[in-house]
């Protein structure tokens, strides 16, 4: 009997409408398009303001709705929902279980997963162990982040990275032998001072003090986390072409995390992959942490065919980083 494995089946995706320019940020830090453009690669991000929805959950939701809406599925037969996010609505209690009821999973059981910008590429790990266990069917897994809830907007070296938005995937049992192929997750707790957010936590509760020295704001030594992040995510993605076997040729996506272009284009590089089978949306969106994987799958949709060989990697605060190999699913 072949074994089971974890598919994506289904996806959606939602960004907030309104759209922060390279252009605006120049009237708000001093900064310049061109600056922004030849570090990062980035253009424009949306921001979710209060006029159209407010937290992390009502893009969660949108996107969760919009996978739903496309493929038609009975949301009561959703077994799990996974929520991964750094800008979860609140502390406690958990926004997978507000956004598993919001769309009607009355039959599921939820959690938040929290892993920075790695958050998605675990909770695909997470997902596609829980299929392959049998004991679960249908598994939605959400990355949604608002950063521009944890951003400074007089910090030019974070607020003109980050943006707003949230996609969803479908994880089902697929005796084709399509789905996840094979996983390699790390993490170096070394790396949290380079990236991390000081206080509202247990560590140093939210205070007068820590308003005033603006520590609930995300900070981040940039070079630092540029250089980790080069190395490791090339490393992973490596390490996942050879473990299975995949030449440059077989390879027919990379879907990076979209943190900084230059990243990205180091780890195709290493790969050795032609620069068109590299998902790229961070000219539109920023950096949206746990969203970005999913609102790749989301924009390339169209272009996937059953059985093409996908490298995800991701790198973020912790730090965190790794490589998943997928087979896809559906045409
Ligand atoms: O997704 C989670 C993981 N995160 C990442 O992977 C992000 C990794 N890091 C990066 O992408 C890059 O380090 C940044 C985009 C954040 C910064 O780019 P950089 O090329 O590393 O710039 P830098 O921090 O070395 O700064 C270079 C110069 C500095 O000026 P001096 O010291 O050379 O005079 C900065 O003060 O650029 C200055 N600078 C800016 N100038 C205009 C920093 N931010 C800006 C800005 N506009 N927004």
């Known amino acids: 009997m072949n074994k089971t494995t974890a598919a994506i089946t289904a996806v959606g995706a939602y960004v907030p409408k309104f759209v922060l320019t390279n252009k605006l940020l120049e009237t708000m830090v001093e900064t310049t398009d061109e600056w922004i453009t030849t570090r990062t690669g980035i253009k424009e991000r949306r921001i979710l303001k209060k006029e159209e929805g407010e937290g992390t959950s009502y893009l969660g939701i949108k996107a969760a709705e919009n996978l739903i809406e496309k493929s038609g599925i009975d949301p009561a037969e959703i077994d799990m929902v996974i929520l991964a996010s750094a800008t979860p609505d609140m502390p406690v209690a958990a926004t997978a279980s507000y956004i598993a009821a919001e769309i009607g999973a009355v039959n599921a059981f939820s959690y938040d997963l929290q892993a920075a910008c790695s958050s998605f590429l675990y909770g695909m790990s997470t997902a596609s162990s829980y299929i392959e266990s049998g004991r679960y069917k249908k598994i ?42 094979d996983e390699y997750l790390r993490t170096d707790g070394g790396g949290r001072q380079f990236l991390k957010i000081d206080a509202g936590g247990s560590l140093l509760p939210a205070s007068e003090e820590t308003v005033k020295n603006k520590q609930h704001y995300v900070f981040q030594d940039g070079k630092s986390v540029f250089k980790f992040a080069v190395s490791n995510m090339a490393d992973v993605s490596v390490l996942m072409m050879e473990r299975n076997n995949l030449t440059y040729d077989d390879v027919n996506w990379l879907v990076p995390h979209q943190a900084n272009m230059r990243i990205i284009n180091a780890t195709a590089n290493r790969m050795g992959i032609d620069e068109n089978k590299v998902m790229v949306n961070i000219d539109r969106y920023g950096n949206t942490t746990s969203a970005t994987l999913p609102l790749l799958l989301h924009d390339y949709e169209d272009k996937l065919k059953k059985g093409d060989d996908l490298i995800f990697a991701a790198f973020g605060g912790g730090f965190t980083w790794g490589a998943i190999y997928l087979k896809w699913a559906y045409n």
């Open 140 to 181: 939605l897994l959400i990355g949604a982040d608002k950063m521009s809830s944890i951003v400074d907007y007089t910090d030019r070296t974070t607020c003109i990275i980050f943006g707003d938005g949230a996609g969803a995937v479908l994880f089902e049992p697929n005796d084709e032998g399509l789905g996840v192929q």
